[in-house]
């Protein structure tokens, strides 16, 4: 099947298969390694799901993070017309474009690669690596061991960032996407919700990797939200970070470091109308905005 721009045909791009990474991977010289968390999607059903769960539209710019051998890259260039993918190995950076090229030659002049660690790039450098343009949509099999560092340096460089699906450890997914007073719920649960809407959109089985990971993994969409807060973000993060270091503690006992004692961390708690007897977990990113916004007024 194929589809048409500009009135031309377009054939689909060739996904690869177990097979296909092996060859690339062996041409390379290029041995997976945990530490920069390369575990490869090897089947065609899992990388068109992905696409297809995202809601792309042809006019996105689409970030991907660790786009490896290809895989995911050559669905997304079957969806949209430009793909901005970030490569911290210069091996495989190096040789997606011939990959591409080989096997969607009528969308190789879709994708553009950045060679760069994800965690310290720069809207500036991305907006200038995709051509001028701001990205619009975050799509990645993002690697298990920086996952949310990630996701949240990305979030907070790119507001132009419309929507996203990530692939991430499944406990992390759980972690994204859980619900205020639950046991998954913690500091990456409140701090996405700064930026997006987050829910969990699938299972990913292990199987569907090579190599194969000691864990199955998670998708989670993204909806861009507005900043709940016209506070700092950074000093909401703060708040947070100091209420999940000890999760049994209590706001007070939590706060109170930060606060000079537990009696002003106490009189800041009521102020914002929060419960100091509560506990991290039982709080919602506009809970933490709010506290924050006392602090700042009583300290």
């Known amino acids: 099947m194929s589809s048409e721009v500009d009135g031309a045909a377009v054939s689909p791009p060739a ?14 010289g290029l041995r997976p390694t945990k530490r920069l968390g390369q575990n ?9 799901r992905i696409v297809a769960t995202a809601g792309l539209v042809a006019d996105d710019v689409v970030l991907e993070v660790g786009p490896g051998l290809g895989s995911l890259t050559l669905a997304l260039l079957g969806a949209v017309d430009t793909v901005l993918a970030v490569e911290v190995d210069p091996r495989l950076a190096g040789a997606l474009p011939a ?42 099999n993002l ?18 960032l419309r929507r996203g699906l990530v692939m991430v ?43 194969v990971p000691n864990v199955d993994s998670g998708l989670v969409a993204l909806n861009a939200r507005p900043a709940p807060s016209m506070e700092s973000r950074e000093q909401v993060f703060a708040l947070i970070d100091a209420a999940f270091a000890q999760r049994r503690k209590t706001l007070r006992a939590a706060l109170a470091t930060a606060a000079g004692s537990a009696a002003t961390a106490e009189r800041i708690l009521r102020a914002a109308g929060v419960d100091p007897g509560l506990r991290g977990e039982q709080l919602t990113i506009d809970d933490f905005a709010r506290i924050n916004r006392e602090w700042r007024r009583l300290q």
């Open 169 to 211: 450890q499944a406990e992390v997914a759980d972690r994204l996407t859980a619900a205020q007073g639950t046991r998954s719920y913690g500091a990456p649960s409140v701090k996405v919700a700064w930026f997006a809407q987050a829910r969990r959109a699938g299972q990913v089985p292990r199987a569907v990797f090579w190599p």
């Open 143 to 160: 690697p298990y061991n920086v996952g949310v560092p990630v996701l949240l340096h990305l979030l907070a460089e790119l507001p132009s």
């Open 99 to 140: 990959t591409v090229a080989d096997r969607a030659p009528d969308r190789a002049e879709g994708l553009r690669v950045y060679h760069a660690d994800a965690l310290q790039v720069r809207r500036a450098e991305l907006v200038e690596a995709a051509g001028g343009r701001e990205p619009t949509a975050l799509v990645a």
């Open 40 to 48: 490869f999607v090897h089947d065609a059903n899992t990388v068109r």
């Open 15 to 28: 996904l690869l298969g177990a097979a296909d990474l092996r060859g690339l991977a062996d041409r390379l």
